[in-house]
Each structure stands twice: as C-alpha cells, then as structure tokens.
C-alpha cells in the first residue's frame, strides 16, 4: 500500500473515532508498527493530528468539545475497566456524584450491587440510564449543553453548592503535571470544581489518551482527586505519583 494510501486511512479513521491505536491501524493497512510509526510523525508534522501514548488524536484546540456520541465509541475497553474499577469503590447507602464524561458513564451497570444508592448526576443521558438500572437520582435544574447533554450554568452550580456527597466520580479532557485536569468549557469546569469541593473522596476516571492533553480551562490541581487510569508509560505514572494518588487499573 502507498504511503497516501496509508495517511488517508489513518486521517478517516480519526474522522470516525477521534482516536486511533496503531495495533488498530496495522490490519487495516497491512504495515508493521514501526511503519505507521512514522506515518503518524509524518502526519503530525504536517498538523494533521497529534501522537498520544500508543496511536493518535485529532487535533483539537482548547476550547474544542468532542460530540458525546464521537466520545463514546472511544477507547471503549479501557473505560470500561476503569468504570470497573471504580464500581468497586461505592458502598452501599452512600450519596455519589456522577459528571456528564463518558467514562463515567460506563460506571453505572456497576452500581447495581450497592444498596441504598442515591446518585446526584448532571448529565440526562446518565439519568436516564440510572433510572434503568433503577437506581435512585437527582438531577439538577440548569442549561442543557447540546454537545455533552450535560447541565450547566448558575442554576446548576446554585443548586450543588447545598449538596454533600461521599464521592465524586468526575471525567477529564485532559491531565498532566503542569496543566492539571482541565475541560474546554468553563461552565462545565465550575460544576466539577463543586462536585469536588462537596465530596469526601473525589476520583478522576481518564485513560491513558488524556495524558498531556489540556483544554481551556483548569478544574483542578492533580493532587485535589485521585485519578483512576488504564496502565500508563513507567516514566509518566512515576511522575504523576509524585503529586497525586494514582490508581493504576491494568
């Protein structure tokens, strides 16, 4: 296959997905790793994209916000044992906070087991589920975000303030040691800085393609909530536990 070839199948797969692994991309253009390797600096070169531990990303800027439905179908295995992970944390007859990210999301059938279970959550879309699963839930009032169908605004962050929660399972665009946690929209950011500031434990579910990613507004520092994550570089996770605890799911 031609090199053009190659970056085309590349760039649609960034298209569909937003993210692509290069175990992914080496059946579907029969090259070998260190091939694509190089295709994906080569891209990166021209502005095409940005390489994330093990594959690439659509470039973004900081104040752009991938569509709920692009974000769901990414990374799908590690969210879930991540979402896993998490699950086991919740006890029963507990209040939890739950944000609009998909990783948390993926926490949900998870939550089953806990009895007496009251979840506080500002995303509809995982309203909806939770009452599937027949789980107790508020929502609270505020904007509807057309993009994450997360709720957002004064109203929002009016109403949390008089909440109290044991934990808080929140997702990030981005996290690294210079920027923290970070999200483009500066609403959403105030809804996860009360949710963190309200909860006894706070967690941050994010897999490895967030590492080094930062969007345009900081919600915390690294050492405000443990981040829940898939297995990491050894040099990164090293660094990262030298200011935060870190929960390793492998």
Not at 141 to 164: D, N, P, R
Not at 234 to 243: A, F, G, I, R, Y
């Amino acid at each position: 296959m031609l090199t053009e070839e190659r970056h085309q199948i590349i760039l649609k797969q960034l298209q569909l997905h937003n993210i692509v692994k290069l175990q992914d991309l080496i059946p579907l253009t029969g090259a070998s790793e260190s091939t694509l390797r190089r295709d994906l600096q080569d891209l990166e070169e021209c502005h095409k994209l940005q390489r994330i531990y093990g594959g690439a990303q659509n470039i973004l800027s900081y104040h752009d916000e991938p569509a709920l439905s692009q974000k769901i179908s990414t990374n799908t295995d590690e969210k879930d044992s991540i979402a896993r992970y998490a699950g086991d944390l919740v006890q029963n007859n507990e209040v939890i906070f739950l944000d609009a990210g998909t990783s948390v999301q993926a926490i949900i059938p998870y939550l089953s087991k806990a009895t007496d279970l009251l979840v506080v959550t500002n995303s509809v879309v995982n309203a909806s589920i939770l009452a599937d699963y027949q789980i107790e839930t508020f929502v609270p009032g505020g904007k509807l975000k057309a993009s994450t169908k997360a709720l957002v605004g004064s109203t929002t962050t009016k109403t949390l303030t008089a909440f109290h929660f044991d934990k808080a399972f929140l997702g990030t665009n981005g996290f690294s040691v210079k920027a923290g946690y970070t999200t483009p929209d500066p609403e959403e950011a105030d809804t996860k800085k009360i949710a963190l500031s309200n909860s006894n434990e706070s967690y941050i579910l994010a897999d490895g393609s967030k590492l080094e990613q930062v969007s345009f507004t900081r919600f915390a520092n690294l050492d405000e909530a443990t981040l829940i994550t898939n297995e990491l570089p050894v040099k990164s996770l090293e660094l990262l536990k030298t200011h935060t605890k870190v929960m390793e799911v492998k």
